[in-house]
């Protein structure tokens, strides 16, 4: 009787602190639901920990179990964090505390070469955060993509003109807002590029050359589509390149930066997928 009761022992344990973690961490899931469903910036939160959950299943069962006690210390600052930023209100910050507790409880469990193997699943739950200085960084985006793409349509002979975020063309004006920046394109290409880099083969420098590329193209095919919406705008009415061409363009647009992605991906020799996924 002994015998056979000593195995359950430590699925016990495991499934009274994952039940704790799970009523501990509730009050920040219900906070970030909130976000993703009414922050465009992170619509795509949803998508984020179950992709980072498809990349652990993936990877648990070739883990062998090395528990690793330092591995409580982190999980005990990462909760003390979490504690104490969410009773001050401060909840991305509470959000990275639980990912501190998280990896603290994969260390603890598979020991440091299980934390390594879980790294990128542990990480990328970072892009479900919404941090507020990225819908602070959109304003000044916005004024440099508005400011790039009519200078560029000036040199095409387009009879434009820029102040601050107000455009003005012959038979129409416009305010290049928060939505032109490009900001939402940066957050999920990004994403994007990170499960990319992650998928393939090649050493880490490529690879982070590779997610850093992320941004100057994104930005470029901003101001691509900022550019392409003047133009429409200026050719066949305010109303089709406003309403109509801005609706659908955004969608083509983060395609072809995709596309840019994949070529500069095959640029820096990281197109082949890893085998040992």
């Not at 542990?122 to 985006?141: D, H, K």
Request: charged share 10%; with cysteine.
């Amino acid at each position: 009787m002994l015998e056979s009761s000593r195995p359950k022992t430590p699925w016990l344990l495991t499934a009274l602190i994952t039940l704790m973690g799970v009523v501990l961490l509730l009050p920040l899931g219900r906070w970030l639901l909130s976000e993703w469903w009414s922050n465009d910036y992170y619509s795509h939160g949803f998508l984020v920990p179950l992709v980072s959950g498809f990349f652990a299943w993936r990877i648990i069962p070739r883990l062998n179990r090395d528990p690793d006690n330092r591995g409580l210390l982190l999980a005990g600052a990462g909760t003390a964090a979490y504690l104490y930023f969410f009773a001050y209100r401060a909840f991305h910050l509470a959000a990275l505390g639980m990912g501190l507790m998280l990896a603290g409880m994969v260390w603890t469990y598979w020991g440091g070469a299980g934390l390594k193997k879980l790294a990128f699943p542990l990480a990328f739950l970072i892009f479900m955060i919404p941090f507020p200085f990225i819908e602070a960084s959109s304003l000044p985006l916005s004024l440099f993509t508005g400011q790039l793409a009519t200078r560029l349509m000036q040199m095409m002979g387009m009879e434009v003109t820029v102040q601050g975020a107000a455009v003005s063309l012959p038979n129409a004006n416009l305010v290049v807002g928060a939505q032109c920046s490009g900001v939402r394109s940066i957050i999920s290409l990004a994403a994007l590029a990170a499960v990319y880099a992650y998928m393939v083969e090649g050493s880490w420098p490529r690879k982070t050359l590779l997610f850093l590329a992320v941004i100057p193209i994104a930005v470029l095919g901003n101001i691509f589509r900022v550019s392409s919406l003047l133009w429409v705008a200026n050719r066949w009415g305010a109303d089709a390149g406003f309403t109509y061409y801005h609706e659908y363009s955004g969608f083509a647009i983060f395609a072809f930066a995709f596309i840019l992605l994949i070529l500069t991906a095959r640029l820096f020799r990281c197109h082949r997928i890893r085998n040992d996924l």
